[in-house]
T-cell receptor, first 110, second 114 residues
């Protein structure tokens, strides 16, 4: 069974721009969660989607948003990028509680 | 919200010795506690997890213990090997890791000395 995939793997953007990241979960998994990983703050929960509905959201500003499609694929969007948004963005898919992570998208904001 | 503290931040052990990493959590309603291993440049990998109705779980050289009263849980690795070198994260969740997301500790960098 294929694992969680994320695209793109690397991205360089300029302050003020917006970015969209994509995540394809493991087949059969309907829950997709997003996390931000930075050296200073560690791994932080952004939000979780299940059956196209956001069920929970972490403590991030409204510039961070997401959505999920009927095939369970998910996207997250960050608008008006700031230097502090530079991070590894990880998605994780789940069916019964255990979360399995994708390889991440490394976003650099210059 | 939930807060997870993890210690130590760095742990160096001789190959073949045991390693123990400890975490405490703040929300007594948390009921799911996974551990992830992340090698440099790679994704976090789930290595073992435990739910609040169980006190201990073992998988070969890895074991996790949970003390609900004290709100702490620990990862034990025995007979450490060079491939155990990585950053280990503990986490806690209210809903088994699904809807409520995982709250992670800051990580422990485990170094296995040859």
């Amino acid at each position: 069974k294929a694992g969680v995939t994320q695209t793109p793997r690397y991205l360089i953007k300029t302050r003020g721009q917006q970015v969209t990241l994509s995540c394809s979960p493991i087949s059969g998994h309907r829950s997709v969660s997003w996390y931000q990983q930075t050296p200073g703050q560690g791994l932080q929960f952004l939000f979780e989607y299940f059956s196209e509905t956001q069920r929970n959201k972490g403590n991030f500003p409204g510039r961070f948003s997401g959505r999920q499609f009927s095939n369970s694929r998910s996207e997250m969007n960050v608008s008006t990028l700031e230097l502090g948004d530079s991070a590894l963005y990880l998605c994780a898919s789940s069916r019964g509680g255990e979360q399995y992570f994708g390889p991440g998208t490394r976003l650099t904001v210059t | 919200g939930e807060n997870v503290e993890q210690h130590p931040s760095t742990l160096s052990v001789q190959e073949g010795d045991s390693a123990v990493i400890k975490c405490t959590y703040s929300d007594s309603a948390s009921n799911y506690f996974p551990w992830y291993k992340q090698e440099l440049g790679k994704r976090p990998q789930l290595i073992i997890d435990i739910r609040s109705n169980v006190g201990e779980k073992k998988d070969q050289r890895i074991a996790v213990t949970l003390n609900k009263t004290a709100k702490h849980f620990s990862l034990h690795i025995t007979e450490t090997q060079p491939e155990d070198s990585a950053v280990y994260f503990c986490a806690a969740s209210l809903s088994g890791g699904g809807a409520d997301g995982l709250t992670f500790g800051k990580g422990t960098h485990l170094i296995i000395q040859p």
